[in-house]
């Protein structure tokens, strides 16, 4: 079970730290991503991180600006947002998979199996 939270309202320019829970696995077997879907939009991946050859992709749109990282003392993995935009607007989710997805579908919902419930990010002034 994967338990995100974090979101929040955050003025434009602001940070924000997203977190997601897991339980009933060992969150460093497996390879992570964080997802986003704003209303009328598709669901975008943003971030991932590979177990096992431990390579990061992100979106164009957040390079710079987002970092994932996962604590495995907690069993938890982050995102780390900063330089907020109003078109960052959207409710985030955590997703993960047993498997080693290819560097072009590490982005891609289909990769992943296990899913957040997803927690709403705001940035608005």
């Known amino acids: 079970q994967l338990q995100a939270s974090g979101g929040g309202l955050v003025q434009p320019g602001g940070s924000l730290t997203l977190s997601c829970a897991a339980s009933g696995f060992t969150l460093t077997d497996h390879s992570i991503a964080w997802f986003r879907q704003a209303p009328g939009k598709g669901r975008e991946g943003v971030a991932s991180?590979?177990?096992?050859?431990?390579?990061?992709r992100y979106a164009d749109s957040v390079k710079g600006r987002f970092t994932i990282s996962r604590d495995a003392v907690m069993n938890r993995m982050t995102l780390q947002m900063s330089t907020l935009q109003p078109e960052d607007t959207a409710t985030y989710y955590c997703?993960?998979?047993?498997?080693?997805?290819?560097?072009?579908?590490?982005?891609?919902?289909?990769?992943?199996?296990?899913w957040g419930q997803g927690t709403q990010v705001t940035v608005s002034s």
């Open positions: 997703a993960t998979t047993s498997g080693e997805p290819s560097y072009s579908n590490m982005l891609q919902p289909s990769a992943y199996a296990y």
């Open positions: 991180f590979n177990r096992g050859d431990r390579k990061t």
